[in-house]
């Protein structure tokens, strides 16, 4: 059974050593990767084709960049979500991969609330809408699968009232979220695990917050229908985080039956 794997990585030349420790023993079929922060030319591209895996980035200096990883061949590559042509911020790469259309998606953080930030954030979520939208119209299996910089609902985060006001958990960030879902895209972690609390993808360094599991959720894959009639199981895995020199977000990794 395939399957697909989320990580914000928090630059992947600073942590490629936990990175393929990670492929090497989890064996994910395809990893859709966030804040690569490096250009394509920098992505260490040999050392993960040496696990067995395709890779395609849209990467920028410094900041950002999305990567996809795949057991099988990536085709029809679409780098940067359709609908602007100005936005050069590299946060979203598409393409299809074993019959399976994915894309990496590293999603505006928009704080601090108020500003430009902010309305780039809520503008980029209404752009992905559209695009989800367009590729629900083919009813292939869809996989969107990155850092969302969203907090869905307060079971989410340790302590939602320390997150009141952020551009995360602020009441647009969540609807135009709430907006993906209503598409008819499938949360596969609370597919299978609705009420299940403590069930974080990011622990901030700083306060011991790992330690003393001070999360938030926020690292997503959203499911199509044809994709979600597949969902066996989707699990967070939070042994990288406790690795030295661990990025503060960990994967989440979904399991799809075989394709009929």
């Known amino acids: 059974m395939p399957t697909i794997a989320t990580?914000?990585?928090?630059?992947?030349?600073?942590?490629?050593?936990?990175?393929?420790e990670w492929l090497g023993a989890a064996k994910p079929d395809v990893v859709l990767l966030q804040e690569i922060k490096c250009q394509d030319a920098a992505f260490p591209?040999?050392?993960?084709?040496?696990?067995?895996?395709?890779?395609?980035?849209?990467?920028?200096?410094?900041?950002?960049?999305?990567?996809?990883?795949?057991?099988?061949?990536?085709?029809?590559?679409?780098?940067?979500?359709?609908g602007e042509p100005g936005d050069e911020q590299a946060r979203y790469l598409e393409a299809t991969v074993d019959g399976m259309r994915v894309a990496s998606i590293y999603l505006p953080n928009g704080n601090p609330v108020g500003t430009e930030k902010f309305a780039y954030k809520l503008a980029w979520m209404e752009r992905l809408r559209a695009r989800a939208a367009d590729l629900l119209e083919s009813g292939a299996p869809l996989v969107l699968g990155g850092d969302y910089n969203v907090i869905p609902e307060?079971?989410?985060?340790?302590?939602p009232k320390a997150w009141e006001g952020d551009a995360l958990f602020r009441p647009e960030s969540r609807r135009a979220f709430r907006a993906?879902?209503?598409?008819?895209?499938?949360?596969?972690?609370?597919?299978?695990?609705?009420?299940e609390e403590h069930a974080y993808s990011f622990w901030d360094y700083q306060k011991g917050a790992f330690q003393l599991d001070h999360g938030i959720r926020i690292d997503h894959l959203l499911l199509s229908?044809?994709?979600?009639?597949?969902l066996v199981a989707c699990a967070i895995d939070k042994e990288p985080r406790r690795r030295p020199k661990a990025s503060d977000h960990t994967p989440v990794v979904a399991t799809l039956e075989d394709r009929p």
């Open 7 to 20: 990580w914000n990585v928090n630059s992947i030349n600073a942590r490629l050593s936990n990175v393929l």
């Open 45 to 82: 591209r040999e050392a993960i084709e040496d696990l067995g895996y395709q890779v395609a980035t849209y990467g920028q200096k410094s900041y950002n960049g999305v990567a996809i990883l795949s057991r099988w061949p990536i085709l029809d590559v679409v780098r940067g979500l359709p």
């Open 154 to 159: 307060p079971i989410d985060c340790h302590d």
């Open 180 to 195: 993906l879902l209503h598409l008819g895209l499938v949360d596969a972690f609370r597919a299978l695990h609705p009420h």
């Open 225 to 230: 229908p044809a994709a979600a009639d597949r």
